[in-house]
């Protein structure tokens, strides 16, 4: 049955790239583009002849290239007529000239401002044309800053001074939402910051002197290699302070560009050499000899000779975000400015005005050429870098995901000491939430983890300070990492094959891995939860603090059953944690997982969520990370899907789990799921069909029924024995102890776990791939399954960590109209429908998905009105998202009181690292208001 909420007579929502993507695309073009960058161009040519070189006509071929295999259903016509708006300011129906003159960038940039923004200072609203609605109006924006930094076209917007920021559409309402009470729920550390921020940290990070050619890594970075693209990274940096020197002494009668460096060089400072050095890196920057970039050390030293205060950033980082505005841009250290992104706003304001000036005058009709060259380079790179690091439209799935966030980690370091103050300011921007709870990586050791939670109650203490008598939550998130392979070949872009060569494989190579699967990836986790069951036996205290136990990164990467004693054993040391006197009272850890967020097939998704409730969080409560799985409608998923090819394993185990559904074979008496009707005989023979090709021998369902649930159970150590004991082959061991009376087929149960673990053959056939027509009776199975486990999932009280930005750009959602919380939670109840599964908001990855909580709550408000659904539905809909969020939330009220319960926090991890008493720092005493 469709249970789409959309009433009748709404349009049906695009499932293709949507308009407001392909537009951006073109918007953002001749600044944001690589091809832009390689030809360097300053004026658009709207006859795209041979003019200024034929290089708008180039640019165009490029950009036409790109998109058409996008935008599907776009003629040519109506991609042109989206260029000459965007390019060259040519409003629809209206008659252009002849030979209209070239548009430089500054008359495009201050258009393409003009078009989404009211210039006005300050918080200022988008720019609604006659034409399109509210919510095209906002999800066109929307997909602009994905394209490009929103801040550049803040800055750019003809008023002063310009904007700072844009109001949402929904302001009152969201005032309204954090006055009730907003937590972040859903937010990951790493990437808890917004742009202008991590482009000030660059700054800063690239003066480090610690800082190697490696540092940058991976497939599909913008210069190729990392090496390159911070080569140009740093020529950047350092013409960037040479433009700012220009325009700073620029201020009374203008001199072009050229004769400021002539007087700069000669001063005495400027050694031949260094001249040299900088014209090189200009004329590489500005693709005049774009061979000749100079080496990374050479750049490295220019720069920190413009930037010394950055040299000492990364090692000892400023702990709070003022000081981080303050001291990361070398425009800001020399303006004395610690507001936001107060050095790039200076640079792109003065900039643009100076070429307004040149560009205007009548005696100068060619501006500054060599300026107006830089300066669009500089911007361009920070448009690159921006794009670097802020996930991309339609590349979906979460190994996309994972390069992006694996590219800014070199540039974050400066930032370090102040992460929970700018993950609160970031979530919240500007206004005030009532908790927040990070998710941060597990360490490898228990010293290493102290560290980082007293960093974190320090700068948690600066939010405390701003905030006053109103006591904001903050609990730590700790979560374990999947990854396929050790030495990360998935990651780098060099994925072999299926699971060849990963955790997965018995024995790669024909090597023998001592223990079979995943026994080396287990062993280096354990590792893991025993730094941090070590840390909370010995500061049972830091419950208070630490919260929660999660896995992330990629999803499909391990297996549940690897994870389940990890998880026991955690929940087992925080439980005896929290009943120590030492704890001062601190509630036990909660459990989370993400889950069924990414998937080949929606019955895989449906599985792990399946695993993760019963044998994760194995009754616990608790709540579910993502798990979009729940709410996309099969019908839709299938008809979008068309087929899927999966590894033969990993189907068996799918329809070995629709199998325990319908047959209750051991799952709680609770999971009620109805069986389309056939469908059970249609899955016992394809079970026993794959079952025969993976291991030689047809298998009944009931075996392997068991087998997958005795596989979910094993008593591993350290979780059923003393730490010491765990060794490479804990899972076989684990085998050993089961006791033959528990397990059906008991024999049977144990040659194929074996078999399963340990044997290569048996591996290899199951990395064979099989199709799966996705025809009526599959998606009949999903819907069966899906209503019953949306069933169990409202009857066990969890709730489902919903991130809308994320989900749009990793779950392929492309529109919010078609968003699975508008079926997981719909704003009206529709008879017949399974109950509503509770969900609650977080922000996941601010800076990746270019977002923040309240951000988050808007896009939804937005989504809620357009679906159909009038204001006071929607309205009374936040609320319970709000409010779910509220009661689902880790975080606890710091007793006796927040500023009291942070001193002991810190006192307490540091007796732990034993910091003597001359080294320790307290938290700032709170100031009551
Ligand atoms: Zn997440």
């Known amino acids: 049955?469709?249970?789409?909420?959309?009433?009748?007579?709404?349009?049906?929502?695009?499932?293709?790239?949507?308009?407001?993507?392909?537009?951006?695309?073109?918007?953002?073009?001749?600044?944001?583009?690589?091809?832009?960058?390689?030809?360097?161009?300053?004026?658009?040519?709207?006859?795209?002849?041979?003019?200024?070189?034929?290089?708008?006509?180039?640019?165009?071929?490029?950009?036409?290239?790109?998109?058409?295999?996008?935008?599907?259903?776009?003629?040519?016509?109506?991609?042109?007529?989206?260029?000459?708006?965007?390019?060259?300011?040519?409003?629809?129906?209206?008659?252009?000239?002849?030979?209209?003159?070239?548009?430089?960038?500054?008359?495009?940039?201050?258009?393409?401002?003009?078009?989404?923004?009211?210039?006005?200072?300050?918080?200022?609203?988008?720019?609604?044309?006659?034409?399109?609605?509210?919510?095209?109006?906002?999800?066109?924006?929307?997909?602009?800053?994905?394209?490009?930094?929103?801040?550049?076209l803040l800055a750019a917007s003809p008023c002063d001074p310009p904007p700072t920021e844009v109001a949402p559409g929904s302001k009152l309402l969201l005032q309204h939402l954090t006055d009730r009470g907003v937590v972040d729920i859903h937010h990951h550390l790493g990437a808890g910051m917004d742009f202008p921020l991590l482009w000030a940290s660059m700054l800063a990070r690239l003066a480090d002197p610690s800082l190697t050619p490696t540092d940058l890594s991976g497939p599909g970075l913008p210069m190729g290699s990392g090496d390159l693209?911070?080569?140009?990274?740093?020529?950047?940096?350092?013409?960037?302070?040479?433009?700012?020197?220009?325009?700073?002494?620029?201020?009374?009668?203008?001199?072009?560009?050229?004769?400021?460096?002539?007087?700069?060089?000669?001063?005495?400072?400027?050694?031949?050499?260094?001249?040299?050095?900088?014209?090189?890196?200009?004329?590489?920057?500005?693709?005049?000899?774009?061979?000749?970039?100079?080496?990374?050390?050479?750049?490295?030293?220019?720069?920190?000779?413009?930037?010394?205060?950055?040299s000492e950033l990364a090692t000892s980082p400023p702990g709070t975000l003022n000081a981080l505005w303050r001291k990361c841009d070398p425009i800001a250290v020399r303006l004395g400015l610690s507001i936001p992104n107060?050095?790039?706003?200076?640079?792109?304001?003065?900039?643009?005005r100076y070429l307004d000036f040149r560009e205007m005058a009548?005696?100068?009709?060619?501006?500054d050429l060599i300026f107006s060259l830089?300066?669009?380079?500089?911007?361009?790179?920070?448009?690159?870098?921006?794009?670097?690091?802020?996930?991309?439209?339609?590349?979906?799935?979460?190994?996309?995901?994972?390069?992006?966030?694996?590219?800014?980690?070199?540039?974050?370091?400066?930032?370090?000491?102040?992460?929970?103050?700018?993950?609160y300011v970031v979530a919240g921007r500007g206004q005030r939430l009532s908790g927040l709870e990070v998710r941060i990586s597990s360490t490898s050791t228990s010293f290493k983890l102290a560290e980082e939670l007293r960093d974190l109650t320090r700068s948690w203490c600066a939010v405390q300070q701003k905030n006053g008598a109103s006591e904001a939550e903050f609990a730590v998130i700790i979560h374990l990492l999947k990854e396929r392979d050790r030495q990360r070949r998935w990651a780098e872009g060099k994925p072999p094959a299926g699971a060849r060569r990963t955790h997965a494989e018995p024995h790669p190579h024909y090597q023998f891995r001592f223990g079979g699967r995943y026994s080396e990836f287990y062993f280096h986790q354990v590792e893991k939860a025993q730094a941090m069951a070590e840390l909370l036996r010995a500061v049972p205290q830091a419950l208070w603090l630490v919260r929660g136990l999660d896995v992330a990164s990629d999803e499909l990467g391990v297996p549940t059953w690897v994870l389940v004693p990890l998880y026991r054993y955690v929940e087992r040391q925080a439980a005896m944690a929290s009943v120590s006197p030492k704890s001062l009272g601190a509630p036990t850890l909660r459990l989370t997982?993400?889950?069924?967020?990414?998937?080949?097939?929606?019955?895989?998704?449906?599985?792990?969520?399946?695993?993760?409730?019963?044998?994760?969080?194995?009754?616990?409560?608790?709540?579910?990370?993502?798990?979009?799985?729940?709410?996309?409608?099969p019908r839709l998923w299938a008809e979008?899907?068309?087929?899927?090819?999966?590894l033969a394993e990993?189907?068996?185990?799918?329809?070995?789990?629709?199998?325990?559904?319908?047959?209750?074979?051991?799952?709680?008496?609770?999971?009620?799921?109805?069986?389309?009707?056939?469908?059970?005989?249609?899955?016992?023979?394809?079970?026993?069909?794959?079952?025969?090709?993976?291991?030689?021998?047809?298998?009944?369902?009931?075996?392997?029924?068991?087998?997958?649930?005795?596989?979910?159970?094993?008593?591993?150590?350290?979780?059923?024995?003393?730490?010491?004991?765990v060794s490479l082959d804990a899972f076989l061991r684990s085998l050993t102890t089961l006791d033959p009376n528990q397990v059906h087929n008991y024999r049977r149960v144990c040659h194929l776990i074996h078999a399963h673990r340990e044997d290569e053959a048996v591996f290899l056939r199951g990395q064979e791939l099989v199709d799966i027509t996705l025809e009526h009776s599959e998606v009949a199975a999903l819907q069966a399954v899906q209503d019953g486990l949306r069933r169990q999932v409202s009857l066990r009280g969890l709730v489902v960590e919903v991130n809308p930005s994320s989900n749009l750009l990793i779950g392929d959602m492309l529109d919010l109209r078609n968003h699975p919380i508008l079926r997981l939670f719909p704003p009206e109840r529709v008879d017949g429908e399974p109950p509503p599964v509770p969900i609650a908001l977080g922000s996941d990855d601010p800076l990746t998905f270019s977002t923040w909580l309240l951000r988050e709550y808007s896009l939804l408000h937005e989504a809620g009105i357009m679906a159909g659904f009038s204001e006071r539905v929607v309205h009374s809909w936040l609320e319970a998202i709000q409010k779910t969020g509220m009661d689902a939330r880790f975080s606890v009220p710091w007793k006796p009181s927040a500023d009291v319960q942070a001193e002991r926090l810190v006192d307490a991890l540091e007796d732990y690292l034993q910091v003597p008493d001359i080294n320790r720092t307290r938290c700032p005493k709170l100031i009551h208001h």
């Open 374 to 423: 830089l300066f669009w380079q500089v911007q361009r790179m920070r448009c690159i870098s921006y794009r670097m690091v802020v996930q991309r439209p339609l590349t979906a799935g979460l190994q996309w995901f994972v390069r992006f966030y694996d590219r800014l980690g070199w540039a974050r370091t400066p930032l370090r000491a102040a992460r929970a103050e700018i993950s």
């Open 229 to 310: 693209t911070l080569r140009c990274l740093l020529a950047t940096a350092v013409v960037r302070c040479v433009l700012f020197e220009f325009l700073l002494q620029n201020g009374g009668s203008p001199v072009p560009f050229k004769e400021f460096l002539k007087a700069l060089f000669a001063s005495p400072s400027w050694t031949p050499n260094r001249r040299r050095l900088l014209l090189q890196t200009m004329a590489a920057l500005g693709q005049r000899r774009r061979d000749e970039m100079p080496d990374f050390y050479q750049l490295r030293d220019l720069y920190l000779d413009l930037h010394p205060l950055g």
């Open 640 to 646: 979008s899907t068309g087929s899927v090819m999966m």
């Open 362 to 367: 009548p005696t100068s009709a060619q501006g």
């Open 593 to 633: 997982a993400h889950v069924g967020e990414d998937f080949r097939h929606l019955m895989e998704g449906m599985r792990r969520i399946y695993e993760c409730i019963h044998y994760l969080l194995a009754g616990a409560g608790g709540r579910l990370g993502h798990a979009t799985a729940l709410g996309i409608d």
């Open 1 to 152: 049955m469709n249970s789409n909420p959309s009433p009748p007579g709404m349009p049906l929502t695009p499932r293709r790239a949507p308009a407001a993507y392909v537009r951006a695309e073109i918007a953002s073009f001749p600044l944001a583009s690589m091809q832009a960058f390689r030809t360097a161009m300053m004026v658009l040519n709207p006859s795209l002849d041979g003019r200024t070189g034929g290089q708008t006509q180039q640019l165009w071929i490029e950009c036409e290239e790109q998109l058409s295999q996008l935008a599907a259903g776009w003629s040519i016509d109506r991609l042109i007529m989206a260029r000459d708006l965007f390019w060259f300011g040519f409003q629809p129906k209206t008659r252009q000239s002849e030979d209209p003159p070239p548009v430089t960038l500054r008359r495009y940039l201050r258009n393409l401002s003009r078009l989404y923004l009211e210039p006005t200072p300050g918080v200022t609203r988008l720019r609604h044309s006659d034409d399109s609605n509210a919510f095209d109006t906002s999800s066109h924006y929307r997909w602009l800053t994905f394209a490009f930094p929103e801040d550049l």
């Open 650 to 725: 990993e189907r068996l185990w799918d329809l070995v789990f629709e199998w325990r559904l319908y047959s209750r074979y051991r799952v709680d008496p609770h999971l009620q799921v109805e069986a389309p009707p056939g469908r059970p005989q249609h899955v016992e023979n394809l079970i026993r069909q794959l079952s025969e090709g993976i291991f030689r021998r047809a298998q009944e369902p009931q075996v392997l029924a068991e087998v997958h649930h005795v596989l979910h159970q094993l008593q591993c150590p350290p979780f059923s024995r003393e730490p010491e004991d």
């Open 342 to 352: 107060g050095g790039e706003r200076w640079l792109v304001r003065h900039a643009l």
